[in-house]
């Protein structure tokens, strides 16, 4: 299994609403990260889990809440988001190589397409 | 602020002609460096990727050059077909103490391929 899934591929909520965002890898991948791309931009980086601990968090406004129950799962805790957090959200994976490698790739998911009314 | 940005917001190509894709970076501290591409409605692809102490990489129909003294990073298409239509993004990759990996995209660069 090579791959990053992620789900629900779309999602509309409104601003009271609490949803949830998952993704999954089986690849034996340790490190996991969110990413928040709009329309035409390049993905930012939100957060990024490290051995299931969470190694860096880029100012993401707390509405927003990752979760890494075991290394193969990750979670994004959505709750009164704004109409300006629309966007793609993507997954992604890399196997942890250690310091100085400098060559761990990123592999990605699909994305959900977040939609806040 | 540090920064990995890109010259050229669109590139139209022919079928069959080659495609250079560039990318500026400012973090002379920065080791390794990736290509993604990105089709509508999917998540960044891996191309291929250059370390520093390179400075060319050579893949399938690609070609990655690096130049440290200027920053400049590019990505070389041979061949360009249809398929390859899609928006490229060069990436920066910094490997922190926390010993995680932090992976920085550039600005885009939307490659359109005509028959």
């Known amino acids: 299994d090579t791959e990053v899934t992620q789900t629900p591929k779309h999602l509309v909520m409104g601003m009271t609403n609490k949803k949830s965002l998952k993704c999954e890898q089986h690849m034996g991948h340790r490190a996991m990260y969110w990413y928040k791309q709009k329309a035409k931009k390049p993905p930012e980086l939100m957060f990024v889990?490290?051995?299931?601990?969470?190694?860096i968090n880029e100012s993401v406004p707390s509405r927003f809440s990752p979760e890494c129950p075991n290394s193969s799962l990750l979670n994004l805790h959505l709750h009164a988001l704004q109409p300006e957090d629309s966007a793609l959200y993507l997954c992604?994976?890399?196997?942890?190589?250690?310091?100085?490698?400098?060559?761990?790739?990123?592999?990605f998911g699909a994305g959900s397409r977040l939609t806040v009314l | 602020g540090e920064s990995v940005g890109l010259h050229l917001p669109t590139l139209s190509v022919q079928e069959g002609d080659n495609s250079i894709i560039n990318c500026a970076y400012s973090?002379?501290?920065?080791?390794?460096f990736i290509w993604y591409k990105q089709e509508s409605g999917k998540g960044p692809q891996f191309i291929i990727d250059?370390?520093?102490?390179?400075d060319k990489r050579q893949g399938q129909r690609v070609t990655v050059l690096l130049n440290k003294t200027v920053k400049h990073l590019s990505l070389q298409i041979a061949a360009t077909q249809p398929g390859d239509s899609a928006v490229y993004f060069c990436?920066?990759?910094?490997?922190?103490?926390?010993?995680?990996?932090?992976?920085?995209f550039g600005t885009g660069t939307r490659l359109q391929v005509f028959p």
């Open positions: 992604a994976s890399s196997l942890l190589q250690g310091p100085g490698s400098g060559a761990n790739v990123l592999t």
């Open positions: 250059i370390r520093s102490n390179m």
């Open positions: 973090n002379s501290a920065s080791d390794y």
């Open positions: 990436a920066e990759n910094s490997f922190l103490r926390s010993n995680t990996d932090k992976l920085i």
């Open positions: 889990y490290s051995y299931e601990k969470l190694s």
